[in-house]
């Protein structure tokens, strides 16, 4: 039996559909640059409204009439524009963008979104929500949290971040996955996600936090923590300084540290140097020795002096740096730093010849 004819068959029908998809493709394409095309022609006349309310200068409320009136076809073609310009506003300017959205149906839209089978929908619902900062819609954001998709949760709680509603913390803080068994519904958030959503809850969520930083479980403890550190709650920094001398998970207990660095004062100077002793892990010793820097009082200077010669490159690195920003204390330590050692003096010098760089104040040349 001869193939041949049977084979220049089948090579042609292939030829044919890969043509067909060539075609397709290019056809679908001219569509939508034709599509971008006339929805841009029809947003053009209407930006510089947009513009007018989110500036806040619709004084007599002509522009907002007039986009909350557009067409469904127009409104369409100027709808990224109005979203992406409440992501920049806040105050009333952000409200009447909102109640535009409000007119055209977008909002009550994206709420129906949240229960739709299409994990798409339901992220795109939630950013939006997000964006007008819609309380209403908090529980059934909470909800969404445990969603089985991985990028819903993400979008959920960055958007329940933007709406800063305190009611959402405590489900917020348990979305985060545990590094032991406790059972999780969902795929959940990173920790630094759930940490940015809650630091736009604080104040009012700091009961929420100081229940996180005592909690049995390490992950919610370390994402309470980092929360705690970069939030002004006095109550909540003294139970930081009361959990760094019992917390015994090694990276959380660093994190208290790094945090009384931000949230600390001079009181706290003491209780960060012992805590830089041999004994203590490296992380720990090198969480203390920056913190010992940022909160930039000369008492730290004699231990960041002596840390300049440790074993460990990097915390001598890091307390020379420290010591550069306590000041005047610190720089004649680091002077003085030639005369302990070659790695003291190597971790002086590069200290040194970085704040020349920088422009600091007393440093003129390498010592």
């Known amino acids: 039996m001869n193939v041949t004819p049977l084979l220049g068959v089948a090579i042609t029908l292939v030829a044919l559909v890969c043509l067909s998809l060539v075609g397709l493709t290019v056809l679908t394409r001219l569509r939508r640059h034709r599509r971008e095309r006339v929805l841009a022609r029809l947003a053009a006349p209407h930006r510089l409204l947009v513009l007018e309310v989110s500036a806040g200068e619709d004084e007599d409320d002509a522009a907002f ?113 545990s590094r032991r068994a406790r059972p999780h519904r969902g795929v959940g958030i990173p920790a630094w996600v759930a940490a940015e959503a809650l630091m736009a809850m604080v104040p009012q969520a700091e009961s929420v936090i100081q229940h996180g930083v005592i909690d049995p479980d390490p992950t919610i403890r370390g994402v309470a923590v980092s929360v705690a550190g970069h939030s002004i709650m006095p109550a909540t920094t003294e139970l930081l300084r009361a959990r760094l001398a019992v917390e015994e998970d090694p990276s959380v207990r660093a994190g208290i540290a790094a945090a009384l660095g931000h949230v600390g004062t001079a009181g706290d100077v003491a209780a960060l140097v012992r805590a830089t002793a041999p004994q203590e892990s490296a992380a720990l010793r090198r969480a203390c020795a920056t913190a010992l820097g940022e909160l930039g009082h000369p008492d730290g200077a004699d231990r960041l002096a002596l840390l300049l010669g440790d074993q460990d490159r990097r915390l001598a690195q890091l307390s020379a740096q420290s010591l550069v920003q306590l000041g005047g204390v610190g720089l004649d330590h680091l002077r003085a730093a030639r005369a302990q050692g070659e790695q003291a003096a190597a971790a002086a010098r590069a200290a040194w010849e970085l704040a020349g760089l920088r422009s600091v104040p007393g440093v003129v040349a390498a010592p």
């Open 65 to 177: 009439e007039q986009l909350a009136g557009l067409d469904r076809r127009t409104w369409t073609s100027l709808r990224p524009a109005v979203t992406a310009m409440l992501g920049k506003v806040r105050g009333i300017p952000a409200e009447r963008l909102v109640e535009i959205l409000r007119r055209h149906g977008d909002i009550d839209l994206a709420r129906r979104r949240l229960t739709s089978a299409s994990p798409v929908r339901r992220a795109r619902g939630a950013h939006l929500l997000g964006l007008a900062r819609d309380g209403a819609s908090v529980p059934a954001l909470i909800r969404l949290l445990s969603d089985p998709d991985p990028e819903v949760p993400l979008v959920v709680a960055r958007s329940l971040g933007h709406i800063g509603d305190a009611r959402a913390a405590e489900a917020v803080l348990r979305a985060v996955p």
